[in-house]
């Protein structure tokens, strides 16, 4: 049974900088792809990052040079480094990995 746990969620002002770990148990991590999604308030959830098995990424409009996802394969885990964070990035941060969802890490961003 797989099994994620995200950390890493925080307060921070606008124009600061959190990094999001996303643990993932399961010998089948290397060969899958991984995403990060985010719900905010009264919102749709939505696709932030996402990156291959072979390391390739995709990332939303919305956070297109400010965020940047990547994958320690010997680690089972994925990392979402969110730099120059704006209010509108807050919400709950989902971490996804063969149809299995985290519970989720809360990022606030004050202006």
Not at 24 to 33: E, L, M, N
Not at 68 to 97: H, W
């Amino acid at each position: 049974q797989v099994r994620l746990v995200e950390s890493g969620g925080g307060l921070v002002q606008a124009g600061g900088s959190l990094r999001l770990s996303c643990a993932v148990s399961g010998s089948i991590f290397r060969i899958k792809a991984v995403g990060w999604y985010r719900q905010a308030p009264g919102k749709e959830r939505e696709l932030v990052a996402h990156i291959a098995s072979s390391g390739s990424t995709i990332y939303a409009d919305s956070v297109k040079g400010r965020f940047t996802i990547s994958r320690d394969n010997a680690k089972n885990t994925v990392y979402l480094q969110m730099n120059s964070l704006k209010p509108e990035d807050t919400g709950n941060y989902y971490c996804r990995f063969a149809s299995t969802w985290g519970s989720g890490t809360l990022v606030t961003v004050s202006s």
